[in-house]
Every structure is written in structure tokens, then in C-alpha cells.
């Protein structure tokens, strides 16, 4: 169990080159509305430089992929969406695909931190459960 008394599911981390993510970016246009969502593009486009808060948003993405136990593309980039609470703490949301794999897993929340430096970007997932629901196999 964690602080909160849910149950531990999954964790995944993820760590990204920042200056390799932002050449990516750079040569293929289109990348960035194909991995992020338009608040999340509208998000990391408020800062002088965006490409370090879409490393962090990207290495969410693939956080929850492995918190899940599945590899790359099970489920569109776009399906996880990284979120900010008034205080400005990041959470997630889930659609589509990512959604119904989560709920297949019993997942009922999830918990997020994400950092950077000038070089790296990193992201860490949590998902957990309520251990007073039904389980997957229930």
C-alpha cells in the first residue's frame, strides 16, 4: 500500500534527452501534435523554451506504459495526457486505449512527478488501486 492507502500496481520511470528530443522535434514538424494533446503543446509553448516540458510530458507517457506492463504504441501517445492541478501539480489523464487498459488492470489512480534540467527530462508513474474494489481477475 502507499501513504494514501491505495494499492501499488505498477511503476514506471522514464528519462529523456532534452537535446535530443528537441532535434526530433525540429525535423519532424508534426511530432509534437502527433505525441501531446493541444493543452499540453499550448502548456510547454508558454515557456521561452518548450522542449525540456515536453520531454517531461513525453517521458510520462512512456512511465505509464511500463507501470502498465506494456511496451511502445499498445495504446496512441495522445491517449495519456499530463494534466496540472491549480497548484500547479501535474496529474494524469487517461483516454482511449490507455483508459480501458488501466481500468483492465485495476488501476483506479495514479500518482506523477516529473522533473528537468537543462540535459534531462524525467518522469515517474505510479499506478495504484483501491484495495476495496474488485480486482481484474474479480
Keep these: 500500500m502507499n501513504a494514501y492507502g491505495g494499492l501499488v500496481v505498477g511503476i514506471g520511470s522514464d528519462l529523456v534527452e532534452i537535446p535530443r528530443f528537441r532535434l526530433a522535434l525540429e525535423r519532424r514538424p508534426k511530432l509534437a501534435e502527433r505525441l501531446f494533446s493541444d493543452d499540453e503543446r499550448a502548456y510547454a509553448d508558454r515557456f521561452r523554451e518548450p ?3 515536453l520531454a517531461a510530458r513525453f517521458g510520462a507517457k512512456e512511465a505509464v506504459m511500463k507501470a502498465l506492463g506494456v511496451g511502445l504504441w499498445k495504446f496512441a ?7 496540472r ?5 501535474p496529474r494524469l489523464a ?3 486505449k490507455a483508459a ?6 485495476g488501476v483506479t489512480g495514479w500518482e ?7 540535459f534531462m527530462a524525467m518522469a515517474v508513474a505510479v499506478a495504484t488501486a483501491d484495495p476495496a474494489a474488485p480486482g481484474p481477475d474479480a
Design 51 to 53: 522542449a525540456p516540458h
Design 77 to 83: 501517445m495522445r491517449d495519456v495526457e499530463v494534466v
Design 85 to 89: 492541478l491549480r497548484s500547479g501539480q
Design 94 to 96: 487517461l483516454h482511449g
Design 100 to 105: 480501458a487498459l488501466a481500468e483492465a488492470r
Design 112 to 118: 506523477l512527478t516529473l522533473t528537468h534540467s537543462d
